[in-house]
């Protein structure tokens, strides 16, 4: 069982930067790939980055390519997302997620924090 709880969120103007963490309740390094999902009001949930157990390979959603960057510390059991050029559209609840798998998908995630929210205001 691996517990996962963000922290980070925040309100922040267009154009703007945040950075989110998430804390593991225990070892993740190179079981688990650790991911990013947002969900903004009346949308579903979506994919935003993930990164894999070694933290060699990373994955964005389109929508933020350029902008955000997902990291971990393998030794601290974190992972971050570091979110520069913030927009309207970003707003969202921002939750973390692990997963044995490297993927988008995100019924492939066992585990997930209750999430944090991001506000991106004009």
């Known amino acids: 069982q691996v517990q996962l709880a963000e922290s980070g969120g925040g309100l922040v103007q267009a154009g703007g930067s945040l950075r989110l963490s998430c804390a593991a309740s225990?070892?993740?390094?190179?079981?688990?790939?650790m991911a990013w999902f947002r969900q903004a009001p009346g949308k579903e949930r979506e994919f935003v980055a993930a990164?894999?157990?070694?933290?060699?390979?990373?994955r964005y959603a389109d929508s933020v390519k350029g902008r955000f960057t997902i990291s971990r510390d393998n030794a601290k059991n974190t992972v971050s997302l570091q979110m520069n050029s913030l927009r309207l559209e970003d707003t969202a609840v921002y939750s973390c997620?692990?997963?044995?798998?490297?993927?988008?998908?995100?019924?492939?995630?066992?585990?997930w924090g209750q999430g944090t929210q991001v506000t991106v205001s004009s």
């Open positions: 997620a692990a997963g044995r798998r490297f993927e988008v998908v995100q019924r492939l995630y066992d585990y």
């Open positions: 990164v894999s157990g070694n933290g060699i390979s990373t």
């Open positions: 225990r070892r993740t390094a190179s079981t688990y790939t």
